[in-house]
């Protein structure tokens, strides 16, 4: 199973999610109360082991900058989130070299990985950020290399992963003490009970 723990703000939440196992971390760089600046995310990305994908996320960003961003940050993957960008945005960051990752809420629709030129895809709560559980049985039968992202927490992601068989799960809210403060017990938690 394949575990993103997004939104980290410290080195000290790096070090937390790469020891507990976690195969991606992510840093916000959009507005929210997990946003990182581009020096901070910088300097965060440089405390990510190479075996561990760092994820820059990126909302409404003119795609020009996110490119600038990701280039001066060393970012090993650009998640592009919402449906503000098209297939044309990801097709210009491809020649980046790292990994595309495209986020989206279903609405209820079978969405194909792969469909905008993105490597992996996050399908997420119709209320993205907002930690709230959804209807996640309706992607039952989703496949290709997709995470299960909204509403995720160390009590309940064993089950949703259980019920909906994702290749991977994302996590943020789900793991803070506060909004947007991650809670480093949480983090162990959720790994142990993502890969039981």
């Excluded at 020891?19 to 990305?45: M, N």
């Excluded at 992601?157 to 789900?174: F, K, M, N, Q």
């Amino acid at each position: 199973m394949f575990v993103k723990i997004c939104g980290l703000r410290t080195e000290a939440d790096v070090d937390c999610a790469v020891t507990a196992g976690a195969d991606a971390v992510g840093f916000v760089l959009a507005p929210s109360p997990r946003q990182v600046s581009v020096d901070e995310a910088t300097r965060l990305v440089a405390a990510v082991p190479p075996e561990v994908l760092s994820v820059g996320v990126f909302l409404g960003m003119p795609v020009a900058e996110v490119r600038d961003v990701a280039v001066k940050t060393g970012l090993g993957a650009v998640q592009l989130h919402g449906a503000g960008y098209a297939a044309e945005d990801f097709a210009a960051l491809a020649d980046l070299g790292v990994p595309l990752v495209r986020a989206t809420s279903t609405a209820g629709e079978r969405v194909a990985v792969g469909a905008f030129g993105e490597e992996m895809l996050i399908l997420d709560s119709p209320r993205a950020g907002s930690g709230e559980q959804w209807g996640w049985s309706e992607l039952r039968g989703q496949t290709g290399r997709w995470l299960l992202a909204g509403g995720l927490r160390p009590d309940n992601v064993a089950e949703a992963i259980e019920t909906v068989r994702p290749w991977g799960v994302d996590v943020s809210s789900g793991v803070e003490s506060t909004r947007g403060t991650k809670d480093h017990g949480l983090i162990r938690e959720f790994l142990a009970a993502a890969r039981p």
